[in-house]
């Protein structure tokens, strides 16, 4: 099943899936420290890509921090 929204938000996708059932709890890690510091570094990303015309990051950098 695809799910569609105009919202790009990755906090808001974040709770629309948890909504969906418990499958996708494990797609959005927050268990410990380490994981909400993942999921702060991925959304941090993903809004200054959207608005900022020449940014870039690597892989490395999400996920190290």
């Known amino acids: 099943m695809a799910f569609y929204t105009t919202h790009h938000y990755i906090a808001f996708l ?4 948890d909504k969906r059932g418990h499958r996708q709890f494990g797609v959005w890690p927050r268990d410990d420290r ?10 941090d ?3 200054k890509a ?8 690597s892989r490395q950098t999400i996920l190290n921090g």
């Open 14 to 17: 974040r709770s629309l899936a």
């Open 34 to 43: 380490k994981d909400r510091a993942f999921f702060t570094r991925m959304r």
């Open 50 to 57: 959207r608005y900022r015309k020449h940014y870039v990051t």
């Open 45 to 47: 990303a993903c809004v």
